[in-house]
């Protein structure tokens, strides 16, 4: 494993790369098991609420997350894979979201790097473990 991307970073590397480049850039990573939901709410909030992409585009988005995440190379994090008490106490010690939290957790715990868009994230984080953005990787 060499970090764990939260689904910001992964929405963004599916988005951005294309093909074989985005499996190459994605051996060896790791998520969360929750980050295919993230990503399909993402993705459901911009059709439905936003209205700023066609059903049809986001689509073919959401048909390419789930190859993603049926790579074997692609590692996946469960929510038994981390300690939820320390993870809540993260979320509310530091004012971020439970997700937030547990992307934070897996890195901590696998001492990893995060793989991160969210600027919140990333200034939190960083107190705890290397931080980086999906175009260093």
């Known amino acids: ?3 764990i991307v939260d689904a910001s970073s992964l929405l963004t590397m599916i988005k951005n790369i294309e ?3 985005l499996l190459s850039r994605l051996n060896g990573l790791a998520t969360l098991d929750m980050a295919f939901y993230e990503i399909g ?15 049809e585009e986001l689509k073919r ?9 049926l790579m074997n ?3 996946k994090i469960g929510w038994r894979d981390l300690d939820y008490s320390a993870v ?20 901590i715990v696998f001492k990893k790097p995060l793989v991160t868009e969210d600027e919140k994230l990333k200034r939190v984080a960083a107190k705890h473990v290397q931080v980086m953005s999906w ?3």
């Not at 988005?61 to 995440?69: R, S």
């Not at 439970?98 to 890195?107: Q, R, V």
Request: net charge positive.
């Open 1 to 3: 494993m060499k970090a």
């Open 19 to 21: 093909g074989e480049a």
């Open 41 to 55: 709410n993402a993705l459901w909030k911009q059709v439905s609420i936003r209205g700023v992409a066609s059903r």
């Open 61 to 69: 988005v959401v048909l390419a997350v789930g190859k993603v995440f």
């Open 73 to 75: 190379s692609f590692i």
């Open 88 to 107: 809540f106490d993260l979320a509310v010690g530091n004012g971020i979201t439970f997700y937030d939290a547990s992307y934070l957790m897996a890195s």
């Open 135 to 137: 175009r260093s990787l």
